[in-house]
């Protein structure tokens, strides 16, 4: 029977909450996503791209998903560092998934904005993947409608006579974007059986263990049938962890834009067909900095955790519209070294007083040639000059 010290170690590996964007390293895994078998198929494939038991399971199950997955993950990247490039936190450690470092292990805001963006870019993929019908199982959504003025009323038949005409506005599908969101961002602490608390995140072997699980002082563990359960604190650190992807998530749906297409004699717009699309992701990325800025630290001891066994969902106590974390983050002064800073507006976020951290900046001059005064001649030749520029840039000490 394993000690009991090494199925706590194990147990902390499995379920530590950074377990919820590991997924984000999904690139790691040069596959094509074409086939079940696609799928990481061994225990170190599956920790090279951050993939808990649960989301395996759905990507044999559903392949099909997986390519907009990995397009999440992408764009999630892409829009976290777009969204703080001038900060000295400039979401560069994102990319080190899934060996992330302390900014986005320890619960800190810097975390809960990852948590939502990577949520809210699964919805984003999938729902636009279904509106461009790119699942064969998922269609438009819902809201898409033909809009007809009465004085173009008697056109609508005439228009579609002989079936020269067919409109039809495609909503993004928001609600099983939602669904795929929640099934996938969520896996680490939720899994796919809703008969379990926080099932889904030990693997079956944890069964083997369970008996020894029971040697484990109540207050740290409690196993229930076969069903092991984490101490009370941990399962709160997954519960803010569940508020910041529903946060994202809300982010997306409240992003939604009617977009309208006329039709009818000379596009006079007597007759349209409108529909429900989805702003960018970086817009999304935008609405979720204003609650970054504005995010809510809470102690685990004010949130409240319901008795395992009722069915109704764990409630924090931070409205649910407000990113939350428990710890407050460093200055992450460290991170500014040899960035490259604003020397000339110091209002500026990326000012050199603000990333340097008053470490003071040494500036470089370097030359360049570019073409430049150009003209026309004749018919069909452009002639430039080369002009000289020395252009300055400023890096933190």
């Known amino acids: 029977m394993a000690p009991t010290w090494i199925l706590i170690t194990v147990l902390t590996v499995l379920l530590s909450p950074v377990f919820g964007i590991k997924w984000l390293a999904i690139s790691n895994l040069k596959s094509t996503f ?113 809009i007809v003025d009465e004085e173009a009323a008697n056109e609508l038949p005439k228009m579609n006579s002989g079936n020269q005409f067919h409109w039809q506005g495609c909503s993004d599908n928001i609600e ?17 059986r809703s008969s379990r608390q926080v099932g889904g995140i030990v693997d079956d072997f944890i069964n083997d263990l369970a008996e020894s699980a029971n040697e484990v002082k109540e207050k740290e563990k409690t196993v229930v049938g076969n069903d092991v359960e ?53 817009d999304i990325a935008k609405r979720l900095k204003t609650r970054y800025l504005n995010a809510q630290q809470v102690h685990p001891s004010k949130l409240h955790i319901l008795d395992p066994s009722q069915k109704t969902p764990l409630i924090p106590t931070p409205p649910p519209t407000d990113l939350v974390f428990l710890k407050p983050s460093s200055d992450y002064c460290d991170r500014t070294v040899h960035r490259e800073c604003n020397s000339t507006n110091p209002a500026a976020l990326n000012s050199c007083t603000n990333l340097c951290c008053d470490r003071g900046h040494s500036t470089t001059v370097t030359k360049t040639s570019e073409q430049c005064h150009c003209k026309y001649v004749h018919c069909c030749y452009v002639k430039c000059k080369k002009c000289i520029f020395h252009v300055e840039r400023s890096y933190c000490n």
């Not at 400039?90 to 990852?114: H, M, R, W, Y």
């Not at 519960?239 to 998530?249: K, S, Y």
Request: hydrophobic residues 35%.
């Open 34 to 146: 074409e086939e079940p078998t696609d799928c990481p198929k061994t225990a170190q494939e599956q920790t090279l791209v951050g993939f808990v038991q649960p989301q395996v399971e759905l990507c044999k199950r559903i392949i099909d998903l997986m390519p907009f997955m990995r397009a999440a993950a992408d764009e999630t990247i892409a829009a976290c560092e777009d969204t703080f490039k001038q900060h000295r936190w400039n979401c560069s450690s994102i990319k080190l998934a899934p060996n992330f470092e302390a900014d986005l292990t320890k619960g800190t805001k810097e975390q809960a904005f990852v948590y939502a963006l990577s949520a809210a870019a699964v919805v984003h993929q999938v729902a636009r993947a279904c509106a461009k019908g790119m699942l064969e199982y998922c269609k438009c959504g819902a809201g898409a409608t033909l």
């Open 176 to 192: 099983y974007g939602m669904s795929a969101s929640q099934e996938w961002a969520d896996a680490p602490w939720k899994g796919r």
């Open 230 to 282: 984490i101490n009370t604190a941990e399962r709160k650190r997954m519960l803010i962890n569940q508020q910041n992807n529903d946060v994202g998530r809300e982010a997306v749906a409240s992003s939604q834009l009617r977009k309208c297409k006329c039709h009818g004699v000379s596009s006079s717009c007597h007759v349209k067909t409108c529909w429900n699309a989805l702003s960018p992701l970086s």
